[in-house]
């Protein structure tokens, strides 16, 4: 009787350390942050729209350690999220987080800001980032909270604490952190951070690689390829961008540079032979449909360039 009782006392204290554990690793996280350097460390968001399933984890979340605390790229896409993405720094340092830095003013970029807030962390962002989130911040909350449901719980729109114009450096714990805004590229108050100890950039929507890059209304793709030439200078060695996994200068450049400069090259075609929006959409894209998310934004791109370029 007395070794089944301590059996069952075992067996009870084995199911309750589980339930605990199951109780505290809630992470929603789309994926784990995989480690890139010594100290940087990047959670890889799916590589498709935001949706319920991926918690609006559809592009990376980065985050760099340093002996005097931690500064995070993107606070994430809700309350929910950003809370997972602190679950697990704390499991890989104790250095507390001194920083949140948004590479630009969309949702999955801003919108966790509040988590953040609430434990004293500042929010850094370009100032166009700032107006962005200004203008339509409550929209894209909206949104997110239809599309996350139950996901979206705690979720409310804060604003940028800090901003800046072109540079911003954060020196701590003996690494180097630079803010760069380049110049126009996929959307308002676009920033790369870089980090010139360790020829490392964290590009954001300053490139892509894994999915095909989208083509909205407030691109200027001009303005983008000529970004690109201040991108390249840096010369980075690891490219961080803001979708899909850790990559080099030369694949971004070709599914980034490459693809803007041949589309813009083919709609120009066009336009100088009074080509038709129709006929833009049948612009040969074959060179890039394995990308992520080909068929939902290929077509887009070359209309939304076409009437685009009909004004330049």
Known sequence: MKIKFIKGLLMLSTLLASALANATDDSILFS????????????????APPTYENSGH???LTFIITSEGVVVINASDNYLLAKSLHQEIKKITDQPVKYVVLENGQGHAALGSNYWKEHGVPIVAHIEAKQELEAHGYSSLERMRKGRKDKAKGTELT?????????????????????????????PGD??????????????DMAFHKRILPVMEHTDTAAWVETWDKFAALEANIVIPGHGGPTNMQ??????????VYMREQITQLLDEDGTLHEATKVDQSAYEHLDVFDELALKNASTMFRQMEFE
């Open 159 to 187: 604003l940028p604490d800090e901003t800046f114009g072109d540079k911003k450096v954060i020196q701590l714990g003996g690494e180097r952190i630079e803010l760069l805004h380049l110049g126009p590229s996929h959307s």
């Open 191 to 204: 920033i790369v951070v870089w980090l010139p100890n360790q020829s490392l950039v964290i590009a954001g």
């Open 32 to 47: 784990p942050p995989q480690q890139v350097t010594d100290n940087v460390w990047s959670a890889i968001g799916a590589t």
């Open 251 to 260: 694949e971004v450049t070709q599914y980034t540079r490459d693809y803007l």
């Open 58 to 60: 559809n592009n990376n």
